[in-house]
């Protein structure tokens, strides 16, 4: 089955650490996103890439970092500088060709810093 | 720049009963319109969509919307709800030519037996 996988479900860190969290998608989709759900927030949106070795940073990157080397791959990084990490992290991809806003979202990653 | 509105952030409804969530937009040039729903602990599904042509878009579950351009408004409303459908549902906005989805903060529907 096609789909996107996020692992762990949940990660627990110490504050001052860098954590990755695990993007993988087998949709053969160009796009890829990386957002932040905190709750009556919504969904804010920190990185996004359009294709292979290309990313842009969306609303709130400060703290993160991302890389995108593979197409199927995503990994999104929590910087020692990101103030309040504790969030629940979600991942999405799309298509170009039907992009029209059509993401496709992962099961998320509940990140808690202590 | 784009903004999107969901007017109440939580909805208590009886089994059966009819619910509508209100969202309201902002935005310069042409969008496309989206519901998305989220079970607990979970990632997001598409509801359903408005990309352009009727007004009235209707999606899975029995949901449907409708897009008012006047009142820069995509309400979602569903006839008589089930308690399954207790989750939190999102409003989305993209721009016609544009790549990003801007959320709005959410609606938490609780379906009461």
């Known amino acids: 089955d096609g789909g996107i996988t996020q692992s762990p479900k949940y990660l627990f860190r110490k504050e001052g650490q860098n954590v990755t969290l695990s993007c993988e998608q087998n949709?053969?989709?160009?796009?890829m996103y990386w957002y932040r759900q905190d709750p009556g927030q919504g969904l804010r949106l920190i990185y996004y890439s359009q294709i292979v070795n290309d990313f842009q940073k969306g609303d709130i990157a400060e703290g993160y970092s991302v890389s995108r080397e593979k197409k199927e791959s995503f990994p999104l990084t929590v910087t020692s500088a990101q103030k309040n990490p504790t969030a629940f992290y979600l991942c999405a991809s799309s298509s170009p060709g039907r992009f029209r806003g059509e993401q496709y979202f992962g099961p998320g990653t509940r990140l808690t810093v202590t | 720049a784009q903004s999107v509105t969901q007017l109440d952030s939580q909805v208590p409804v009886f089994e059966e009963a009819p619910v509508e969530l209100r969202c309201n937009y902002s935005s310069s040039v042409s969008v496309y319109l989206f519901w998305y729903v989220q079970y607990p602990n979970q990632g997001l599904q598409l509801l359903l969509k408005?990309?352009?042509?009727?007004?009235l878009v209707k999606g899975i579950n029995g949901f449907e919307a409708e897009f008012n351009k006047s009142q820069t408004s995509f309400h979602l409303r569903k006839p008589s709800v089930h308690i399954s459908d207790t989750a939190e549902y999102f409003c989305a906005v993209s721009q016609a030519a544009g790549n990003k989805l801007t959320f709005g903060g959410g609606t938490r529907v609780l379906v009461k037996p």
């Open positions: 408005y990309l352009s042509g009727s007004t």
């Open positions: 949709l053969n989709h160009d796009a």
